[in-house]
Every structure is written in C-alpha cells, then in structure tokens.
C-alpha cells in the first residue's frame, strides 16, 4: 500500500492550492481517504476525509468553506482544493487510508489510519 501526496508549495495569503494524493496497493471502497495536517510543533490534526463509497464529506471548522475534499476513483486518486490559504494553514499536509471501513464517528482521529502518504508541505506567507 502507497500514498503519494503532491501538490503543496509557497503561496502568499488568498491564494489557492490543489493537493492530491495517489493511492495504490488494493482498493479502498469501503474506506474513507482523509487529509491530515501538522504545522511545525504541533500535533497532526484532522483536516477532511471523503467516503470513497458514496463521497460523502466531513470538514473540519476551520476547512468549512475554504477547502474541498474529492475523489477519483477510477485514477485512485483523491484532492483537496484549498482556497483563501491563510498563513495558520501552513503545515505539511497528508493523505491517509484506513486498512479497514471506519464508521464516520471514526474519521477525524489520527488512531483511525493505518496508510500515510509522506506528507506534501504548505507554506503560507502573510
């Protein structure tokens, strides 16, 4: 199983970044995929995460708005669109798998993933 995140980069605030992530290994049907993200000494927090059955989303507050999660399932492949980039939004940012279905209550915690991508990093500067 690999996750490959690309996509990040410098960017001033306001502007817009589209972060992507290729799966391979088996596939994920029944599995959400979810973006995580870890500024420099802090913890990794829950960013997004899309069913890959039925695409349905679940955001955290601060993403509501700016940010959104799709997939490609026939490419194994799944976004994140970020617009209006704030420099608090700075983080190396990861996709991530769950080896099983993980029920949505689930979603939001790093615990939830087994599979992580090696991060695409995101600086925003004021």
């Known amino acids: 199983v690999q996750l490959q995140a690309s996509g990040g980069g410098s960017v001033q605030a306001g502007a817009s970044l589209r972060l992507s992530c290729a799966t391979s290994g088996r596939s994920y049907i029944n599995t959400p995929a979810g973006w995580f993200r870890q500024a420099p000494g802090k913890e990794r927090e829950f960013v997004a995460a899309i069913s890959l059955t039925d695409g349905a989303t679940s955001y955290e507050d601060y993403a509501k708005g700016r940010f959104t999660i799709s997939k490609d399932n026939a490419k194994n492949m799944v976004y994140l669109q970020m617009n209006s980039l704030k420099p608090e939004d700075t983080a190396v940012y990861f996709c991530?798998?769950?080896?099983?279905?993980?029920?949505?209550?689930?979603?939001?915690?790093?615990?939830?993933?087994?599979?992580w991508g090696q991060g695409t990093e995101v600086t925003v500067s004021s």
């Open positions: 991530a798998l769950p080896r099983n279905r993980l029920i949505r209550s689930n979603w939001y915690g790093i615990n939830g993933y087994d599979f």
